[in-house]
């Protein structure tokens, strides 16, 4: 999986975030698709392919939290990239403290989004090398 | 795959082996809480609260005291005003990760934000407590932050040992070590090495014997520890 | 004097005592009249019995007559039974009856004072009627009657009788009667040469008639010629008895002249001796007739004019002292007035003889009260006290302005035991009370009172009594005014020394009468019109000069009833603000009283309290606005990341060998929607922080709380909390502040937000609902699911620092409320019958539209 062309989702309520984010993604290279909401991501979303997941934390129904937790039990972990436009110490910490890679405030600049995006792309590469390893072992 | 991750966990090296050291007690007297925080009163009272746990604090007034001292190799961890005068906590932590004396971290703070907080996340804290907290919110992550030092500190160990067992591998044995991670067969490495396919299996049976390792996979494992990629294969 | 033994009670109390009086009188008369004969004949010369019935049915009223003939018949049966036949004797008792009754009853009839020989008119009238016709008339039964049993000549009796009777009429009457009238008192009280010349008057009448009479060789036997000579002599001394001691005293002389005479007459050496018995009786009634007769009228003239300069001395004394008493009391300071009350009280009863002199004035305080000051002979004055009703007969009297005239004890009515009871206990017998009289008001009345009957009634004394109480009334009328006027003036002046405020009197032309103390008015002291001050400072340049100067005009134009104004003026250091009130005199003059304060204090402390309380509500609001930080933040940071994002995308497109402009202009557009949905999010802020004065304009509610509840949207998606709204159907207009009104519609959402912090997600919910109810109030109500108000706590809930929440300030409810009174509305909270609680509010409905 190339670095250019990683398949990025974002989840986000607000359309007008989302379309923003998207073409930004998608202006430095990257596949992005976009949901509304974590059950529309966990519905029709291709979990599998992707590189990493820019979610809000908060959002009608489940959020970013609910989100990485339920991503935790996935066999290869996807990094996780939280936006919000309403940061808290706690939430910050906690979502951290899961393994998140980031953690971004609204609004945030492409620097940060990027960095935050290839540091995910990198621990998710070194994951599916060491899983690909693994199943060269057998 | 999830017994792989979990392997992660555990130490490489087996439970038998003679650099295995230290008690495994969070309280022993080997493992020491640091405190640095600028305000006194807050300094005493969590010394005290910290002692009435059982544990060994030092406390610190800033920084640069930290860092003047000279630190014993115990299991240790860190409770760090974010906001000090001087250096902050923050630069403190960075300061320490690139002495490579990083230590498990734990912030507290009076004017916590998010960047702030997030930062000390991805510089490896292990948590990140506003004031006013609760007391066993800290005695839980100090905790935790203490396994997180016993921990890191065997597998520092580990990698000592597994670092001087290398050292004695020859040059050759190392290129064949090398192949053999990489997942090369002796044929293989033979080709690759331009050498007999015998010569080859004696190596790698002297670079098993060297490192103390049973199998192909416990091999890996220990140069992953220290760092020794696969050869790249053409 | 006889009389006066027997009847001086006759007009008393003690109807039996006098009856038994009139008896005896009779009895001993009649004996006295079978003395006074000459035997053989019946008649007698001088016959009393019948003119002791006259005196006394003259002095005793009509329907009690009969009970004094019937006491006369024992007298008259003891007296002639034992000398004349029983029948003859009755005849002739109703003969004498008949001719009391005759005389009595045309006194009574033609004379204006049957009892009073004082005029000649009075005289001639007695002596025509009572003296002379009255024995005519009843002479002819008698005479018939004696000559039909006695067989006595009928012309002889006749005449006899005739003559006796009009002898003693004329003798004996007007001395009982006046004896009785006037009483041993007066006798007493007559001066001792009164006396003395009574017993010359007496001796030398005395010694003249036995002289004469008991002479007969000097006497002539010539009839009536041969009378001249014993008139000669008596006439004297008859006539210094009527000129000096008036009709009563010639009565007393006639009467004893007459029993001289007769007995002279009757003796041996009598003038009458060497005559014949009936023509010596005969001549000496008609000499003792004819004598009395001019000698009654002239005493009667002579009393007459007596009494005449007599009254006008004293109504010259009374007018004299009416005089002094009204010059003492014209000019007297009211101070003074109760210490010349009291002394002209004393002067009062000693001039006019008076045994008290009482001046009860009803008391100023209490109404049911009456201050008594009494004088009496050698007793000073001592006011004292006397509640109405112990004296209620009086009071009424005097309460009906009626003029008390007792003649005697006996007159008071039955139920005024009180008064009688002084009567007894001070000796009195006659008094008269006069009302003090005030205008409509009764001030309360003036007493005399006197030892004696009747003494203090005579005209003109009670006439002028009226005159001095007139005067008395006046004095304590004026003294009462003065007193009020005074404490008024007191009252007045304290008032106006007290004041704190400029306080200025008014008259109805503007001009200042008075001011107080504290009136520091420039340009405005007494004797300056207020008004024209006003118009001039108008006229200098001050707006507000000419609406005070129209203000005040219009109260004193009685257009207005109060003026009220406030308005500023610059002192050298500071401005000042001043209020003013203007109030209409109420009296028939008109005027205003205008109170002027200094209220810049006040003005100042009001501007700070507003001020504060902008700053609370201010806080209140940036508190609020921390509590929805969170939000907003989350409001302003999205399309703030949108804007960003799109424009570092755009920035990327850009660097493309071939940009998209399509998808460049689409970036654009958005960032534009994103900026201006930024721009709104801060203009909310901005208004929910802004620190403004209150801003009344009509809006509406419903859109109102539209708005807040949209601007909470994201809070309460963060506090995972539904909102309902449902909204009345019609606009409801209210003149409000807006920002006010969605501070309080906001404190209310967030409070109910926090009440269901600790409730299960799926129960927070909370109802917006606006109303209108009964067409004239607009109410909110928003009503949460959340542990609801504790029992309680209803009336905390909206006091300040009542809070529930561990990091509430307890401000918000409590300016939501402030901000309703404001408002003219009403705040209040019930606990749902479910669960959680209601906060409502409501406000008064306007007309129009929102602006």
Known sequence: MSRNGARIIVVDDDISVRRALSRLLISAGYQAQTFESVRDLLMNGELGRTACVIVDVRMPGPGGLELQEILSQVPVPIPIIFITGNPDVPTAVKAMKAGAVDFLSKPFSEEELFGAVERALALRSASTDQRRMAHRRR | MIHYLRADRTSAVPKNAAVQGGPAVATGPDSVVYVVDDDESIRRSLARNMRAAGLTVETFSSAQAFLAHDLPDRVACLVLDVRLPGASGLDLQTALLEANRAMPTIFITGFGNVPMSVQAMKGGAIDFLQKPFDENELLSAVERALARGRQARAERAERLIIQRRFDMLTRREREVLELVVAGLLNKQIAFNLGAAEKTVKIHRGRVMHKMQVESVADLVRMTQRIGIEPSKTS | MMAETGNNRVQGWRPAATLLAVAVAYYVGAQLGFILRFPPTTPSVLWPPNSILTATLLLTPVRRWWLYLLAALPAHLAAELPVLPPLLVFGLFATNCAEALVAAAGLRWLSDAPTRFDTLPRMAVFVLVGALAAPFVSSFPDAALVTAIQGESYSFVWRTRFFSNVLASLTIVPAVVMAVRNGLPNLRAAAPHRHLEAGLLASGLFLASMGQFGNPSEFGLGLPAELSAPVAVLLPFLL????????????????????????????????????????????????????????????????????????????????????????????????????????????????????????????????????????????????????????????????????????????????????????????????????????????????????????????????????????????????????????????????????????????????????????????????????????????????????????????????????????????????????????????????????????????????????????????????????????????????????????????????????????????????????????????????????????????????????????????????????????????????????????????????????????????????????????????????????????????????????????????????????????????????????????????????????
Request: glycine content about 8%; aromatic content about 4%.
């Open chain 3, 240 to 851: 210094w008895s009527a000129v000096r001691f008036g009709p009563g005293g010639l009565s007393v002389c006639l009467v004893a002249t007459a029993l001289l005479a007769v007995v002279a007459g009757t003796g041996e050496s009598g003038i009458f001796v060497t005559q014949r018995a009936a023509e010596a009786v005969l001549s000496l009634q008609i000499l003792l007739s004819t004598m009395a007769i001019p000698l009654m009228c002239l005493a009667a003239v002579i009393e007459e004019r007596r009494q005449a300069s007599e009254a006008l001395a004293t109504r010259l004394r009374l007018e004299e002292m009416l005089s002094r008493l009204s010059a003492a009391f014209v000019h007297l300071p009211s101070t003074e007035m109760h210490r010349a009350l009291d002394e002209w009280l004393g002067r009062l009863g000693e001039h006019m003889g008076l045994d008290c002199v009482v001046i009860a004035e009803y008391s100023r305080t209490a109404a049911d009260e009456l201050v008594v000051r009494a004088w009496a002979p050698s007793e000073p004055v001592k006011p004292q006290t006397v509640a109405c009703r112990e004296v209620r007969w009086a009071d009424d009297q005097l309460r009906q302005r009626q003029t008390i005239a007792v003649r005697d004890v006996g007159d008071l009515p039955p139920h005024a035991h009180a008064e009688r009871l002084m009567f007894r206990l001070y000796g009195i017998r006659s008094c008269i009370v006069v009302p003090l009289e005030a205008g409509e008001r009764v001030l309360g009345g003036l007493a005399v009172a006197t030892t004696s009957a009747d003494r203090a009634l005579r005209e003109p004394f009670s006439g002028w009594l009226r005159l001095v109480a007139e005067v008395f009334a006046s004095a304590l009328e004026r003294t009462a005014m003065e007193d009020a006027l005074r404490a008024s003036e007191g009252m007045k002046s304290a008032i106006l020394s007290s004041l704190s405020n400029g306080v200025a009197v008014l008259d109805s032309d503007g001009t200042i009468v008075a001011v107080s103390q504290s009136w520091t008015i420039e340009g405005a002291t007494v004797g300056s019109n207020y008004v024209t001050a006003w118009r001039e400072t108008a006229r200098a340049g001050a707006s507000h000069g000419s609406d005070a100067a129209a203000g005040i005009a219009a109260v004193l134009a009685r257009e207005r009833d109060s003026f009220a104004f406030e308005y500023t003026a610059r002192d050298p250091t500071a401005e000042r603000w001043y209020s003013m009130v203007v109030v209409p005199l109420n009296q028939p003059d008109g005027g205003a009283v205008i109170s002027h304060t200094d209220v810049t204090e006040r003005k100042r402390a009001e501007v700070n309290a507003q001020r504060s309380r902008q700053e609370l509500a201010h806080f209140t609001r940036v508190s609020t606005m921390g509590a929805l930080a969170a939000s907003l933040a989350h409001e302003l940071n999205q399309p703030l990341a949108a804007i960003l994002s799109n424009a570092q995308a755009a920035r990327r497109f850009l660097d493309a060998a071939r940009p998209d402009l399509g998808e460049i202009r689409s970036i654009l557009s958005d960032i534009v929607e994103d900026d201006k949905r930024a721009g709104k999010v801060i203009e909310g802020l901005r208004e929910l922080l802004r620190k403004g004065e209150t801003e009344v304009e009509l809006l509406d509610l419903n859109a109102l709380i539209r708005d807040v509840v949209k601007l909470l949207g994201s809070d309460a998606l963060i506090r995972r909390v539904r909102m309902h709204l449902d909204v009345a159907a019609e606009p409801l207009i209210v003149a409000g502040d807006r920002i006010q009104l969605q501070q309080v519609v906001l404190n209310l959402l967030v409070n109910a937000m926090d009440a269901m912090a600790d409730c299960p997600t799926e129960e927070r919910v909370v109802s917006v609902q606006t109303e209108l109810c009964d067409g004239q109030t607009a109410r909110v109500s928003v009503q949460d699911a959340g542990p609801g108000i504790l029992t309680g706590q209803h009336d905390l809930l909206f006091e300040p620092f009542y809070t529930t929440k561990p990091t509430g300030m307890g401000m918000g409810l409590s300016i939501s409320r402030s901000i309703m009174e404001a408002h003219g509305g009403l705040i209040w909270a019930t606990n749902n019958p479910a669960r959680g609680a209601t906060f409502s509010f409501a406000m008064p409905i306007r007309n129009g539209t929102a602006t």
